[in-house]
Structure formats: structure tokens, C-alpha cells
T-cell receptor
Framework: DTEVTQTPKHLVMGMTNKKSLKCEQH?????MYWYKQKAKKPPELMFV???????INESVPSRFSPECPNSSLLNLHLHALQPEDSALYLC???????????FGEGSRLTVL | DAKTTQPTSMDCAEGRAANLPCNHS???????VYWYRQIHSQGPQYIIH???NNETNEMASLIITEDRKSSTLILPHATLRDTAVYYC?????????????FGGGTRLMVKP
């Protein structure tokens, strides 16, 4: 299994809603990542988890709250988002050390 | 982090080789060069990576100059399905997993 699975594929939410994005991998990877991608722009790193511990937070607003409950799962909890947070949210995983990142297909978020 | 410079866009005829250049003149000795591509509305896909030597796999070849200040990704027989944005990324030192910082990339259009 060389897949990173993200759910839901599409999400529409209001600014007062609370929702979560989910990411799952069963490759035994111990590093997992959240990236945000606006239209026609490159992906931007948000968070890195290494061995289930948050190792990098790229100054992301607190309305985005990551969680890594175990080595296979990564969540991104969303609360009080703004319309400008509408984007494609990409999850990735990797082994530590040189090597490739495996990306999921992304969750497309629209904030109304 | 070493930064990369890529042409914004390129065209290639179907069946011909696509040569995508990347400049990374500030690369340091232990930084790898990675190539990823992103087909429209999909997650980025790993293509190849290298440190000093040229590399080849089933998808592409990576040619790195001797001074390591630039590299070229070669798709030997481009098909319409290779139309995508290609990202050249220099990977920073370990310390936080395999985090990748994406630049602007090259939009490759393969034409019949």
C-alpha cells in the first residue's frame, strides 16, 4: 500500500463551523505533513509531525489545529475559518532521512 | 535554504524529449535536488532525486552539473499525460523530517 488517503475530497463550511480533515497512511512512515495550496500557486508547508510530535509549525493561525493521534493518522481541525482559507489542503508522509514524500490527492476546502 | 530558479513555462512536442532546467547556485554540499510534478487537481508526485551523480529511473533522468549549481530533468519521450507543473526543490538539512519547500515550478505543456 503506497497511498496517502485524504477525506473528505471536498468540504464546504461556514465561518462559524467546526470541521476536520483526515489523512491516513499505512506505509509505516513516521513523518507526516500538511500543506496548503491556493489556486495557481505552489504548495506551502503548514505543519510537520515527526514520530507523532509536532516538529514544525510554519506560523499557521490558531484556527488551524493539527493532531496526530497515531503513526498512521493525521488530522487538521478547522474552526472559525475565513473565506481566504479556501484552498486545496494536501497531506504527505515520508520516512525520515533522504527520500520521497508521498502526497494524497488533497481536500478542497471552500469557506463561505 | 538554497533557492531554485526555473522557467515559468515550456512547451514540448509529443514523443520528443522534454528538458527542464533548474538553477540552484546556492546549494550546499549536503543538500539533495528533488523533482516533483503536479498534474492538474492532483497531489504532487515524486519523480526523482540526486545528490551529485546523474540518476535515472523509469520516469526520468536527472543530470546534475559537476559544480552542482544547476540540474536538468529529462523526460525522454514526452506524452500528453506529462503535461503538469514540474517543481525543482533543494532539500534543506535534516532536523525536521523531509520537509520540502516548493518554488514556482515550470508549467510544461506537451502538445500533439
Amino acid at each position: 500500500d503506497t497511498e496517502v488517503t485524504q477525506t473528505p475530497k471536498h468540504l464546504v463550511m461556514g465561518m462559524t463551523n467546526k470541521k476536520s480533515l483526515k489523512c491516513e497512511q499505512h506505509m509505516g512512515h513516521r513523518a507526516m505533513y500538511w500543506y496548503k495550496q491556493k489556486a495557481k500557486k505552489p504548495p506551502e508547508l503548514m505543519f510537520v509531525y515527526s514520530y507523532e510530535k509536532l516538529s514544525i509549525n510554519e506560523s499557521v493561525p490558531s484556527r488551524f489545529s493539527p493532531e496526530c493521534p497515531n503513526s498512521s493518522l493525521l488530522n487538521l481541525h478547522l474552526h472559525a475559518l475565513q473565506p481566504e482559507d479556501s484552498a486545496l489542503y494536501l497531506c504527505a508522509s515520508s520516512q525520515r532521512g533522504p527520500g520521497e514524500l508521498f502526497f494524497g490527492e488533497g481536500s478542497r476546502l471552500t469557506v463561505l | 535554504d538554497a533557492k531554485t530558479t526555473q522557467p515559468t513555462s515550456m512547451d514540448c512536442a509529443e514523443g520528443r524529449a522534454a528538458n527542464l532546467p533548474c538553477n540552484h547556485s546556492t546549494i550546499s554540499g549536503n543538500e539533495y535536488v528533488y523533482w516533483y510534478r503536479q498534474i492538474h487537481s492532483q497531489g504532487p508526485q515524486y519523480i526523482i532525486h540526486g545528490l551529485k551523480n546523474n540518476e535515472t529511473n523509469e520516469m526520468a533522468s536527472l543530470i546534475i552539473t559537476e559544480d552542482r549549481k544547476s540540474s536538468t530533468l529529462i523526460l525522454p519521450h514526452a506524452t500528453l499525460r506529462d503535461t503538469a507543473v514540474y517543481y525543482c526543490i533543494v532539500r534543506p538539512d535534516l532536523g525536521a523530517g523531509n520537509m520540502l519547500t516548493f518554488g514556482g515550478g515550470t508549467r510544461l505543456m506537451v502538445k500533439p
